[in-house]
Structure formats: C-alpha cells, structure tokens
C-alpha cells in the first residue's frame, strides 16, 4: 500500500489535509450518532419509494464463508462457518432425542465485522482524538460506546438510490488499480445514463472491482493492493455537503481510492466524508447484477433499503441490501 | 422443555402427526430452495408497495450483544463483540501508522447463527430423512448443500406484511408460558384490529415474548422454558397452505408454542409449515416498537422487506428486517 | 466482590499498599523477563529430580470443555469445543476422501488464555503503569510485547515441588469463602506433614476450592464470589523473597483470597508477589488427587514439571503439570 | 498430495494394505483408551529418570499465534490470539475500577486441536467404522466419546526419550520432500550416535521439517505438500509392536511421510501404528534445540515429560513437551 513516488516522509497528515473542510458536528445536536442519515426524512423514504416501477428486487451483499475465500481487507479474515449439529450427528446417535423426534441443523460463524459488505459505524475511522461529531476516540476502546453501528442499525437506512456505473462508462469490465474518479466524472456518467443526480440520494458507485475478486487468482487480487475509487478534493467534500448525500455505497473494501495520489494520504474521504460530514459508508457491495439490469432496462433509480446488524458497540456491522426498482 | 400431563412413551413420532398432511415439494421445480418466498412476484412487492403511507420505518431485529444477554435458544449463547483494535492501541503505539496517520477501531464477533433475528433455511428442521423439497437430510452434514439459507438471502424478501398483535388483542402485555392460537384466532385479531388478512401476506405476529426478556431475569426467562405460539391442527396447515403465506415472523424464539399440547410433540409446525409446505420462518424479532405504532395510527399493514446475511450452507442467518410504513 | 465491612472509599490505592516492599526488578537483568523462575538451575532441577522415589505421577490440569462448565473466574467462560469433521461426515457424504480412504475427527477450540488451569505472565497484573521488572504497561496493548507467558513457556518450570495441603490441615474439605492463611501457616501446616520448606521450592498449596466446584450448583459457586487463600503481609511478602520461591501453585482461581480482609484491596499478591517479586503463578489447579496420595504414603515433595503453551504474546497460557514422586 | 507416478484408481484402501498386521485391541481391557502408553509403568518412569545427568532442560513446542504464521496442515488455520483487555482499555477509560486499582491484560484464543504441537487421541484417524480398541466410529460425533485425549492428558506421558536425528544422520539440514527412512534406518543412526533404541523407549526422530517452516517462504512450505517421514512396511510394524514403542514423537505435521511410495495410500502408520497397536503420536515438535544439545554433548536419551491439555471429547490437544537430560 506504498505509492512509489511519493515519499512517505512528505505525506502530510491527515489534519492538515483537511484543515479547513467543512464538517457537519454539532447540526443534529451533540448525541447525534447517524449523520447524513438524518437527511433520509419520511419524505426522502416516499421519493424513493416513488422510483419503483416493476417490483424487481435486488440483494447487494458479498457471499459469506465462500469456499473460495471472501474479499477482506488485508490483514482480516473472510467469515468461518462450522456446523454444530446435523444428519451426521443424529445417523451416529449424537443428536438429542426430542419429544416427537424433529431433527436439525446448527452452526455458528466467526466473522471481522468489517469483513462482508458492511455499514461502517460513523465512528469507526478518526484522526486527532476525536470521531464524528466530536465524541472522544477514548470512547472506542474494548466497543464504540459513541458513533458505533447501532444507530445506524436500529434505524435502517432507507430512501431513493442511484446507480452510477463508473466501470461501464469507461468501457472497463473493472476499473485499473488505483484508478481514480471525482463527483464531477460521478455527474457525467449520470447523465450519461440518462438520468440526474438529485439532492440526498443514497449513491451506490459501481467499479467491477468486487466482481473482479471472484474471477481473480486471491494472490493476484491482494498483490500490490490498491483499490480504484473516488479521490480526495475539496470540491468533491462541499459537493457532499451540499447535496446532502446520507450514504456511500461502492463495489469496492475502502468505499475510495486506497492512496490519495498527490499526498500520499490513505482514504482521506472515510475522514473527510464520514468522521466529518457524517457520510454513512456502505462497503463491499456486489452491484454486477443490479449493473446489469439497470443497463437493461435504462432505470438507474430505485428505493434502496438496507439494516445492517444491531451489533451493540460495533465499529461496523454485515448488511445484505435490498433494492427494489 | 416436557410436559408433565403427557407420558413421554406416548408422545407419537412427527411422522404419525404429519401423515396425510399436504407439502410443496416440487411444486417449484425439483431444484427449488426457496419455498413459498417463491409466491413473493414482483406483483406481490408492488402490492406491498402500495400500503405504505407515511414513509415512517422501523427496525425488526433484536440486539446482539447486549450486555444484558441476547434471547437465544436453551444451549445456545448469545453473540460474543471483541474488539482487535481502538484508540487505546494508538494511544499505547500498538496501532499501524498509515500514511497520514489516520486510526481507526476493528472487531470481530461469535455468532450462533440461530442466535439473533434469524431467518431459518427450509432445510433447518426435519424428521424421516428428508428436509424440505425431499432433498437428502444427509445434504445438511458440515453445512447445507441444498435449503440452505444463501438463496434466501441471495432472493431477499419483499411484500406486504401484516402484523397480529395477539398479546394486545388478548389484553397482556406478554402470553403466558405455553399460552397457543391458532388461525382462528389470528383472523379474529385482525378483525378486532380494523384489517383482514390477505393471500400471501407476510405475517407478523406478535406475542411480547421477546420483549419480556428484558424485563426479566435471565435465570426466569429460561426457567421451565415453553414459549408462547401457534399450536399445531391440520386445519391450519391447511390454511397456511390455501393462503399461500409466504413467510411467518413472531417475536419468540421458535415461531411456535414449543410443546404441542395435546400430544407433547415438540415444534410440529417447524415440519408442516417449514420442512412440507416450504414457508419461511423468521424468528426472535423485535415487534414491540411497530406494534405500539400500529395500535396508534391503526395501520396495521406495510412494506415488509428483509434480507439475511448471504452465509454460505447457513442452516440459518441473522437478519434486520425493515418495514415503511 | 465486595466486602459489606469496608468503605470502598477508605480501599487505598495498590501503591500505598506496595510503598516500600521489595522488588527483583533488574536483578536479572533488564530484559528479564521470567523472574524468580531464575533461581530453578540445573541444581535446582536435580534437587527435584532427588526427591523422586517410585515413579508414580499425576497431573494437575482441571478439565476443559467440560459439559459440567469449567472453573472461570466471573466474566470469563469455559472452554468450548466445537467438531469440524467426525464419523457422521463420511456417512453423510462430507469428509474428504483421500487415497486409502482414512478418516478422522477434526475440532477447534475457542478459550480464555486464563480460562483454565494456567500460568501467569508476569506481566498479567500491574499497578502505576509498569509491569514486572519495570516494563512500559503500555507494552501491553495488544498483545504483551513484554513478560509474556512465552518466555515462561520457552524455558519451563522443573524444580522440587511440595504440597501443604491447608484443607486437611484444618480439617475440612474446602477453605471457607473468605478464609485466609499465611507464611507462618504454611510452615505449620508443612511441619505437621511431617516436611519442612526448603528454599527455591515449588509450593503448590491445596484449599479444596477447585474440587469443590464439581460438587457444587455453578450457581452457589460464583453467589458472592470470594475465594479463601493466601493473604498480604509485609512479613509474607519478605519470606518469599528470602524463600526464593519461584513458583506458586494453588487450586483457587487467583491464588489467593479475593479481597485482602484489612484494607479491602483486590489480589495484592499479584502486585507484591508477581509484578514485583516475580513469583510465577500457577492458578486453577486441580490438587486433590496428589494431595490423597500425599497423605496415604507420606511423601510430600516431589519432582515438579510443567511447561504452558507457547502462546506468542499471551497474558497467560494453559497448562497441564505433572507431577513425578 | 498427489503421486504423479502412481494411478488414484490402483491406490488400495487401507484394510487392504492393514491386513493381516497387528492389533493391541484388547490388550489392555476393553475399555481401555490410553493404548501402548500403558507400557510406561513406574519402572519406566524411573529408567527414564535415571538417564537424568546435569538437569538441563528443553521444551518441544512450536510457537502458537506466531506472526509469521503456524506450520499446520493444509485446510487448518493457524491459532489466533485477541486481546480482551489491556493498558490501551485502562487509558481510555473502559477497564473496570476494582479495589485498590489494579490493571491487567486478558485475551482469548480460537485453535485448531491439531493446530500446534498436539497430541493425537487415539481414535483421531481410523478406518472401517472403528477406531482404536475397537470403539464404534459412530462414536466421534460431536465430539470423541472414546479414546479421546482427555484419557492420554489424565495420565500423562513420562519415560526414557531417545532423540533419532535422522536429517544430522544423512548430513542434511532438513529431509527431502516425501524422503522416507524406516526402522532400520533408525537402529542404524541410533547407533551412528552411541546409543541403541531400547524397549520402550518413547522415540524422538528428528526430520529438520518443522524447522525449516520459519526459514521457507510459507507459499513454498505448503506447494506440492508431502512431508518427509517414516514410511510403512509390515516389519516396521512389527518391530514397533516388539519394541512397545509407546510413543512417537517428530518434527512433522503427520509423524509419517505424507504418501507410501509403493502404493499411494496417504499416512498408512496412522492406521498401523495408532489405530491399531495404540502407539500415541506427537506432531509437529521443534527438535532442533534439543538435537543441537544432544549432538555437542552426546547424550541422546532423556526423561521424556508431557501433558497435553485436557481437553474432554478431544480429537488431539496442544502439548508442550518437556525433556530433562
């Protein structure tokens, strides 16, 4: 994860990278824990549900415990599942005997909260002691007891969502490692689509990049890892500020581009966006078929629904949206 | 979990109280995992769509590790959080210095997946060596090879759900241990309640089981363990048959009363909801929140949308389920 | 864990208790980091070898994974087992087949590193910020970088090990909650076996508190938790140094009473002995069976072995010592 | 795991290749799980006692949760140490405040039973539905009912250790991938080193394997994966019955060379030597230490102490052996 042409001894730190960037403390009162979410009012949640047209749903989570191993940040693991009790046991005379004799199966999952798609909570990524809306990072240890997953989880996240197929308007199947694009190349494939980015829609952001893991070697996938993605400007965090975007969602681990090219700087937006506009970040989507569909039938809109797990002080929890067009 | 009026010598096999009971079992196809959901068309999303009113929402899953314990099955454990990094490993320079410095919390999670809100795989629960569909019961060792809980979570659940409240339309704030209904019963509570059930609604039925848990001693809670729920009758199974349900969602942790009464057979409906006719079951939701709304502003129906985790040969998966209202 | 007699605003902080008693730090050198598990040379290990007479032998680990629970102190839990493959895979169809057809049972495990009969690091407890021999508590943070029970493991523990068996002592079968003895005890209780002291001896000092747990209701054990054992003195504190002991091994689970009865500070020994002294400490284990043969043949001392897992940067590790008469 | 020389479909199953050898089945009593350990009496304790010369010591095990990663077989995961509790949780706030203030870390560990040094229960590897003694197969369901560790760890393993460095014999510093040596090869560099492999000697041979795990490229470890080894033939077998060889000990994951040349069969001394005399296995040992010592002061025999975990329905348990020259 080392840009070779920027010495590492000249990236700046991440404050002064984002010395003088709006944020968003403070505007939902000092409890606040949810952010832009706040933006995604009754009415948000009818607009979106104004965007259905046929019934056609779509589920956007990774596959968990995929023989053929998970896409996960390096360094975590992808889910471990084991079974606990099936056929097997109850043939060996393993199983307990129930009034009546039903038999069944039961397993239990080791998981990274942050290793499937997953909404980060608001506090999970920090610089200079404090998280979203102020809270002291102290208040991170041993479980988030400010900014953590749950609000997000207890509330769910519903509203309009738009599609911008980043890869397709490239003509790529996959984005290029490292390959970068802003909100203005995010305005252009829109319109390229035929459609408008609007004022608080939930933007779902399509790489190829997740798809691309399940036809890579995972050796090729994690060498010289650095994801493609959107890039740190000022003008792309007032761009979020003002449209009021509540939710990030991007086929790819970081939601960004891993290095910000011209600092250096590792995933400035999950700083600038998230710790202080309070951007809910939804990572490691699978868009390939909702992509498709979309491009099929020319309608890039549609309600998004998504409730990640009520995980008491979580960093982050799984999620499996569900998307109706 | 016995019956003290019942001799369990007497208790017959699953298979004397099924015989003659009608079952799905290709009705969708020899390859079909996914059961009655399969009368979820896009027509039955829109139906669904089409009661929402206000755009307000609500949240369905109970926390997961809750410091006060989670509601789990007898022998299972709730969901264990761990934390792998915080602001106290930055702080003690044990945390990685990326470029820009940014920090940032992780965890990790041990989970029953039975554990928690949970959407069953049909293949879950069986007797006679044959889950549901007639597929092999040994497809269930070391993880579901056929019903499992992946296409579930891969299709998602969307249409129009109705909730009983059968604790409020009984005058309780929670039934008793061992307390039954049955349709009968339902249909009159809906009735009293201002609405009718309609064919392939999704049920939600509430009993204040769950919600009790936290008002109660743990060690009361589990004591002499017999939920609250539906009880067993052919002319039920009937019912749910000819009414095409798609889904059931109670707030118990076995969707069913767990001994039924008159013959001691321990959660029959498991295999002639479940296992038979290929209903899907989603358990141990939190309904107490939309049941308090519902009573309020008497709408009773919504859009019902849920999506559980994509685990792979999951013998089930937890879920958030998101209704608007 | 609270003492109805003492005003927990009166409890003095550890190092008020600890002003002015002895430490081994740097005596070793600094970068030791097994303390007084120093004195056991060679010599030492021969003398241990000495006191062998017929070749019998016991171990001294409690049980793990016992259905029955297993002895934790509260907040921790018991070990858990889980199978990954058994006979009920290969009937069924899921277990590998390879060339010959073997097969085999396979299972993982899930425990508290303290969650058993087990040795300290010595660097497990600290007061002030710094852990035995003057490390940086912060070394701590993920992982101790420092007196780790790795060194402890690397090197072993051989040396003449004696029991006092302060139960049969006093006649009982179990300390009571709360009951504490001393160093003047203990030589007395070593006197009435007919043994005496040496010094650089392994003690291995039996209450009957862990043999208790498998008779009693798990729920009487932990109601008001207080173990009975060993309590702070400066003079006990000076005999250990004298003494050389390097080990202490105790069938309670913190080797020594809960609360000390005076000042109401919590486990000062490990302060005094472990952090400053640098005692190592062997807790939870199982006495009972040495401690019948001691009182039918006679002979109380013997050759002492044990050597914990090698956990990489563990705050302990579990072990099963054994013992050779 | 494969033998390009050699036809999967000529590959005999193992009763083909196991009949008409040996058995220890009944030997010792029906009941009986702890096999040709049985051999170690005190008279055994006491030889091996008896070749104690100057009181150094030296333990066996690999490092658990090393950061380089753990030799384990392919399919297997390393163990993963997590911290629960350390001076990072004490900063910030979140360790508890007990009386008197002391601090400390605790962590847990998720392992694999075979995943370390271990142990082999007994009926860890059979075939034709029975494993050692005679036990149904049906009876490692969910967790070994027989012949499980738990037996071997009750009674730990004491004797005279013979260390057999055959890679030192063959100037080598680590054996060939899929180099086999037989019990020849063994008499012979037993007495290339001074010393003769007596009656029930527990045998230590040393490969230079698991030694070589922590200098290779862990991707170059595992590729084309077969382990150098002792290899089958009926008069190894025999002559391990002959010698009641109770234990045997190496620096290899599998004790055996991967696949038997002749015939393809993989690990076939599982099945001769443990399933069916009930010779214990230990794998996965770090001898190079100990052999180092051996070669500079030629002394090759030792006491021989360990004592896996007690871990009940165990398939194997983690070990660190402990030897005393």
């Known amino acids: 994860m080392c840009n070779a042409e920027i010495d590492p001894k000249t990236v700046p730190h991440m404050r002064e990278l984002m010395a003088g960037l709006p944020t968003n403390w ?26 259905i047209r046929s019934g056609k749903t779509f589920t956007l989570q990774v596959q968990m415990g995929n023989p053929k191993g998970d896409p996960v940040w390096p360094g975590r693991r992808g889910a471990q599942r084991i079974n606990l009790m099936d056929k097997g046991d109850f043939i060996c005379g393993n199983g307990p005997q129930t009034p009546g004799c039903h038999e069944f199966a039961d397993d239990l999952m080791i998981m990274y909260l942050q290793g499937s798609t997953q909404y980060d909570a608001l506090g999970h990524v920090w610089y200079d002691d404090h998280i979203y809306n102020g809270f002291d990072a102290k208040s991170t240890a041993g479980g988030m007891q400010k900014a953590s997953v749950l609000p997000i989880a207890e509330r769910g996240v519903v509203g309009r969502g738009i599609l911008i197929d980043m890869a397709r308007h490239r003509g790529k199947d996959v ?3 490292g390959e970068t694009f802003n909100h203005h190349d995010l305005i252009d494939a829109a319109k390229a689509q035929g459609i408008e980015i609007e004022k608080r829609d939930i933007l779902l952001v399509r790489t190829g990049w997740i798809g691309s893991f399940y ?36 086929d790819t681990i970081a939601n960004e581009v891993t290095l910000e090219p ?11 966006l998230m710790r202080n506009l309070g951007v809910a970040f939804t990572e490691i989507a699978a868009l390939d078929a909702l992509a498709a569909d979309c491009a099929q039938d020319a309608q890039w809109s549609f309600l998004y629904t998504a409730a990640p797990l009520k995980v008491v002080n979580g960093s982050g929890a799984p999620v499996n949206p569900l998307v109706i067009k």
Request: charged content about 30%; glycine content about 8%.
């Open 215 to 250: 036809r890579r070697d995972p050796a090729e996938f994690y060498t010289d890892f650095v994801e493609p993605g959107l890039t740190f400007s000022r003008e792309l965090v007032d761009w979020f500020k003002e449209m009021e975007i509540p939710n990030l969602v991007t």
């Open 26 to 51: 403070g505007k939902w009162g000092p409890d606040d824990e949810i952010g832009c979410l706040n933006y995604l009012t009754q009415a948000e949640v009818l607009r979106g549900v104004a965007s």
């Open 175 to 177: 984005l290029d490692r």
């Open 262 to 272: 011209e600092t250096g700087v590792m995933i400035p937006l999950h700083c600038a």
